[in-house]
Antibody, heavy 117, light 110 residues
Framework: EVQLVESGGGLIQPGGSLRLSCAAS????????MSWVRQAPGKGLEWVSV???????YYADSVKGRFTISRDNSKNTLYLQMNSLRAEDTAVYYCARVFEGVYFDYWGQGTLVTVSS | QSALTQPASVSGSPGQSITISCTGTSSDVGGYNYVSWYQQHPGKAPKLMIY???NRPSGVSNRFSGSKSGNTASLTISGLQAEDEADYYC??????????FGTGTKVTVL
């Protein structure tokens, strides 16, 4: 059974850093495209970043230069390093598998990041 | 990358059919047959309902169907049921090797 479990969210001050984790089971992270998608409170879904099976990475303009997506193949885990956090980064962050590189077929339950002083 | 445009809300009575539109550009919806649709109930993670414009994953009711014409994709829910009340989002792969979601549509079953 495919499962994605996010962790690492919490309350952080503006300008701070946080690393989110997404532990996968039932499939191999490194053989798939993996993505982060966020949802601000009461708002819609926003794509954040993707890492290809070959290792290439892409980011939304809103997080480029501040966020870094990575993976640990030995732990079958996806990460999102978030630096220089802003109030507008407050959201539930979901990890998702990107099947065939074009659609999100499995999602985690999400982890809440709150950026506030 | 601007969000794809969806109506804020759509409503219908049980048993009726409703259609949700999703308008993008030739760089996303119009340029690829890679439109997908997601259902999200309050407090839950999104669920894939349609992929590659019109394909249904295993386990998704055949009451859900998708189509596309030019830069606009559509999701139709036929035989509307109370359990279909949720938020719906479209998504597309883009020419920038990125992804874009729609603004979201709240479906209300009257």
């Amino acid at each position: 059974e495919v499962q994605l479990v996010e962790s690492g969210g919490g309350l952080i001050q503006p300008g701070g850093s946080l690393r989110l984790s997404c532990a996968a089971s039932g499939f191999t992270v490194s053989s798939n495209y993996m993505s982060w998608v966020r949802q601000a409170p009461g708002k819609g879904l926003e794509w954040v970043s993707v890492i290809y099976s070959g290792g290439s990475t892409y980011y939304a303009d809103s997080v480029k230069g501040r966020f870094t997506i990575s993976r640990d193949n030995s732990k079958n885990t996806l990460y999102l390093q978030m630096n220089s956090l802003r109030a507008e980064d407050t959201a539930v962050y979901y990890c998702a598998r990107v099947f065939e590189g074009v659609y999100f077929d499995y999602w985690g339950q999400g982890t809440l990041v709150t950026v506030s002083s | 990358q601007s969000a794809l445009t969806q109506p804020a809300s759509v409503s219908g009575s049980p048993g009726q059919s409703i259609t949700i539109s999703c308008t993008g550009t030739s760089s996303d919806v119009g340029g690829y047959n890679y439109v997908s649709w997601y259902q999200q109930h309050p407090g839950k993670a999104p669920k894939l309902m349609i992929y590659d414009v019109s394909n249904r994953p295993s386990g998704v009711s055949n009451r859900f169907s998708g189509s596309k014409s030019g830069n606009t994709a559509s999701l139709t829910i036929s035989g509307l049921q109370a359990e279909d009340e949720a938020d719906y989002y479209c998504s597309s792969y883009t020419s920038s090797s990125s992804y874009v979601f729609g603004t979201g549509t709240k479906v209300t079953v009257l």
